[in-house]
């Protein structure tokens, strides 16, 4: 079996993250995409919405898609949560199953700083998903050679979309429709978030 794992804040999730991980699941002949919303994001700040609400959110963007299947693992630890711990649970559950990471551009450019990322790397194969203008090489010439050999770049999407900027048209009160899946924009106005 072929599984891609996608994990992020989501914050809230949009349809730039759907896109790239439908592109991943046809780009590579995956069986399910998974998707994690991060508990604790070790990396970032603060999320603006709590998890259970971002859970939610991904609950109901994904319902409609039979291959896409959101997990609570991160969110059920209640402590900062790494990639690699992440991956070596799902092999633990999975051990045949052959694991693709799903990460944008921005988060891929510094993959090498991450924990442990050959083990990682060891787990999975590293997919990424490229924004309008963020790598204009792939792989970028900077990237060592044992990343880029377990590396898979997917075709270039033309969704430009960034949770932040939905958060921010949100407190402006400005429209989200059309960036996210309806169900969400009335999760969000139901819950008030942020």
Not at 163 to 183: A, F, K, Q, W
Request: with cysteine.
């Amino acid at each position: 079996m072929k599984i891609g794992v996608y994990g992020g804040v989501f914050d809230p999730i949009h349809y730039g993250h759907l896109r790239i991980a439908e592109t991943a699941r046809e780009h590579l002949c995956l069986d399910r995409v998974l998707l994690i919303p991060s508990g604790t994001p070790v990396h970032r700040s603060a999320s603006q919405a709590p998890a259970e609400d971002r859970f939610g959110m991904c609950l109901l963007a994904a319902r409609d898609n039979p291959d896409f299947e959101v997990s609570r693992m991160e969110i059920d630890t209640n402590q900062p949560n790494y990639t690699v711990t992440t991956l070596r649970r799902i092999r633990e559950a999975q051990p045949d199953a052959e694991l693709f990471l799903i990460v944008g551009a921005d988060e891929a450019r510094i993959f090498a700083k991450w924990r442990e990322p050959d083990a990682i790397l060891n787990m999975a194969t590293l997919v990424v998903a490229d924004r309008p203008g963020e790598i204009e090489q792939a792989p970028p010439p900077d990237w060592p050679e044992w990343i880029t050999r377990k590396t898979v770049f997917l075709p270039p999407l033309r969704i430009d979309l960034s949770s932040t900027e939905i958060r921010r048209r949100v407190r402006e009160g400005l429209s989200i429709r059309y960036l996210v899946p309806e169900v969400v924009r009335e999760y969000i106005e139901q819950k008030s978030l942020y």
